[in-house]
Each structure stands twice: as C-alpha cells, then as structure tokens.
C-alpha cells in the first residue's frame, strides 16, 4: 500500500496508505490471470478427460508466435494428463528418474551438462487455481531434461522397457 501510495502520489493523486485498502486483491489477481490464460490457451481444456490435439514442436528454432499457436498450455496438459493418468505411469516416471540420475541421462545447459534431477511428480493444473498453470509449467520446466531423455530413448526404442 504504500508503494501504492508513492506511485499516485507521483501523479497528484490523493490516497492515503494508512487509511485504505485494496478488497480482494487476491480475487482480482486470479480475474486477470485467468484473462491472461484464456488468450493463450483453451482453458477449458483444464477439465478435458481426453487429450487434446495438438502441434507438436518443429525441429529447430521457432519464433514465439509460433510456439503460442501451438497452444503449449494444452501440451502441457497432454503431457501431464497422461504420465498422471495410472499409478503404474506414476511409478514409472519415478523411476526413469531414478534411472536416468545414476546413469547421467539427463542433459542441460550449452554445451549440454549432466543434470541431476529431484524425483518430482508433475503437478496439474485447477482451474479454480489462478496460480496452478504457473506451477504446472514451472515444473515441466524443470523436468524438461526428462522429456529430452524420453524422446531420445523412445527414438532408439529403449523406452518400451517401462
């Protein structure tokens, strides 16, 4: 509040952070999200049992507004919904992790460095949770060195062994 009171002060406008407060502000950061999000994605794919059809990644370099087309908050999704889908999936994944850190699968930075990974779960995302999108993608991020592994793997046809 008085960051706030400073920033309108600065534009001749009264306010007095003492006095004042914002209601709900944590509703009114949700509105926004949400707004922000559905500009980018489907949202009710949220709640979708199915996965969603999506464009997969081009080899190479692609500019940002091709990569928002793809809507990757679905593939997000899709790659979620189906590693969350079983518990034997679940399991699984906790193992390739397993796996992929003592045998040093796992490869990031440039040049490409070995990486060990915390065996994480990925998260999904609620609809009722403005942040839930943040932490979803957030973790695929970190676990993205997995993703890499199982593309590879899945090329040399390694990947049926789980």
Known sequence: MVELDVLLKARDITFDAEDRRIMCFPHI??????????????????????????????????????????????????IVRTLRSSGQRRDAFDDLIKDGNTKGWFQSGDPPESV??????????????????????????????????LFHLNQTDVIHSY
Not at 39 to 55: G, I, Q, R, Y
């Open 116 to 149: 060990t990974l915390r065996p994480l779960q990925l998260l999904r995302d609620v609809k009722t949770r403005w942040d839930s999108v943040y932490f979803m993608i957030k973790r695929l991020r970190y676990l993205r060195p997995v993703s890499c592994t």
């Open 29 to 78: 950061v949700n509105i926004c999200c949400q707004h922000t999000i559905k500009k980018f994605t489907d949202v009710a794919l949220a709640d979708a049992s199915e996965p969603t059809p999506v464009a997969y990644p081009p080899s190479g370099n692609q500019s940002f507004e091709d990569a928002v087309r793809r809507d990757l908050v679905a593939l997000g999704r899709n």
